[in-house]
């Protein structure tokens, strides 16, 4: 049985940071591609980083230089580093899991779509004032 716990949300200051945390069981992080979301109120679920089963780490455009993702495999945690929080930033963020090392979207140095991603944690809440 696969869980994924998310954990360090919370409520900042704009130009502040958070790292997000997803401890994983009944899963081994190294062995596969792996990734956040956010999700806006209102608005559908973004994929905003992911790193595949290489090590190999993907940003979406917007949050490049700003979000950097990365694994303790010690740990079997993946990690969302957020820094320079912007209100827009607002979301519920989510950790997934895909069941393959890499996909057709990660090859390519692209951020996979929701549905290529098999496993959720329950999501964490950012709120940027």
């Known amino acids: 049985h696969v869980q994924l716990v998310e954990s360090g949300g919370g409520s900042v200051q704009a130009g502040g940071s958070l790292r997000l945390s997803c401890a994983a069981s009944?899963?081994?992080?190294?062995?596969?591609?792996m990734g956040w979301f956010h999700q806006a109120p209102g608005k559908g679920r973004v994929g905003v980083a992911v790193t595949d089963g290489g090590g190999i780490t993907i940003y979406a455009e917007s949050v490049k230089g700003r979000f950097t993702i990365s694994r303790d495999n010690a740990k079997n945690t993946l990690y969302l580093q957020i820094d320079s929080l912007k209100p827009e930033d607002t979301a519920v963020y989510y950790c997934?899991?895909?069941?393959?090392?890499?996909?057709?979207?990660?090859?390519?140095?692209?951020?996979?779509?929701?549905?290529?991603?098999?496993?959720w944690g329950q999501g964490t809440q950012v709120t940027v004032s």
């Open positions: 997934a899991a895909g069941e393959q090392g890499a996909n057709w979207y990660t090859v390519r140095g692209r951020v996979p779509p929701a549905v290529d991603f098999s496993y």
């Open positions: 009944g899963y081994t992080v190294s062995n596969y591609y």
